[in-house]
């Protein structure tokens, strides 16, 4: 169990094995939710993907263009070799 010292402007440094175990980079946000009894649950934030973010993600990687036919097929492909 890590323990943590907070200091007098309430301010907690986490231990860098800790936050390799949750996963929360430089930059990273974190999340905490407050629980009943004095306990918290933390946790890295995530944030929420959604199909928008998606949308012209490879927009100008390629000048190749495929037909929807191309691409069911490719989808096909990966599919099938799925077990």
Known sequence: MAK????????????????????????????????????????????SQSIDDFVGLLSGKTQKVATIEEMNDAISRGWASKK
């Open 4 to 47: 943590l010292t907070v200091t007098s402007r309430g301010q907690v440094t986490f231990k860098k094995d800790v936050l390799q175990h949750l996963g929360i980079r430089p930059g990273d946000k974190i999340e905490l939710e407050l629980l009943p009894e004095g306990k918290g649950m933390l946790r890295a934030l995530r944030p």
